[in-house]
């Protein structure tokens, strides 16, 4: 299996346009996360799917972000406006449930907002 | 406080063992995991322990759980230079709903030739 497949790699844009980062899960998982690195908060969950279905958002910093999960192989996450404290990187992991609940993270989207 | 501490910064030398650290608060943690980063890259799952094990061991890894004090600790054996990078302690917290992992801060491995 290829892994965790995100896109695009590195992101640069201006305050104020949107961006949009992708993410394709392992086939056959069935919940998917997205988590933001900052120096400063650390690795922090914006949200999570479990079979296509948000179960939990409470990460979402406001308004501006989104997330969808459209089918089992793929979700987006979308800043729009995108500003400067959003620049981070962005991590998709994705896991087949169970108690284990292990988790296997992409190489994630460095994005620079200037 | 935080939910899971862990040192900033640990260097040895190569050929040392490695002991990384981490503590957390909350007792319903069900598993314990240690993830590798490199510079670059993503998180890298390198082994984890069910909260009713005291040890695991993994080749060069083994895991120390200490539920009381609610204490992990990561040791890697004969340490090698490619073992450098940050290594995060996280624990997946029981509940519906909550399967979010909680991070550390990370313990950047520093092993010197």
């Known amino acids: 299996d290829a892994g965790v497949i995100q896109s695009p790699r590195h992101e640069v844009t201006e305050m104020g346009q949107e961006v949009t980062l992708r993410c394709k899960p392992i086939s056959g998982h069935n919940s998917l996360f997205w988590y933001r690195q900052t120096m400063m908060r650390g690795l922090e969950l914006l949200i999570y799917?479990?079979?296509?279905?948000?179960?939990?958002d409470s990460g979402m910093p406001e308004d501006r972000f989104s997330a969808k999960m459209p089918n089992a192989s793929f979700s987006t996450l979308k800043i729009q406006p995108s500003e400067p404290r959003d620049s981070a990187v962005y991590f998709c992991a994705s896991s087949l449930g169970g108690l284990e609940n292990i988790q296997y993270f992409g190489a994630g989207t460095r994005l620079s907002v200037l | 406080g935080e939910d899971v501490e862990q040192s900033l910064f640990l260097s040895v030398r190569e050929g040392d063992s490695s002991v990384i650290n981490c503590t957390y608060t909350?007792?319903?943690?069900?598993?314990l995991y240690w993830y590798k980063q490199e510079p670059g890259a993503g998180l890298q799952l390198l082994t984890y322990i069910f909260s009713n094990m005291d040890m695991k061991q993994d080749q060069r890894l083994t895991v120390l759980l200490n539920k009381k004090d609610k204490h992990l600790s990561l040791r890697i054996a004969d340490t090698q230079t490619g073992d450098s990078a940050i290594y995060f302690c996280?624990?997946?917290?029981?509940?519906?709903?909550?399967?979010?992992?909680?991070f550390g801060s990370g313990t950047r491995l520093q092993v010197q030739p």
């Open positions: 996280a624990e997946s917290k029981k509940g519906t709903g909550r399967r979010a992992l909680t």
């Open positions: 909350d007792s319903s943690s069900t598993y």
């Open positions: 799917f479990n079979n296509n279905v948000p179960i939990d």
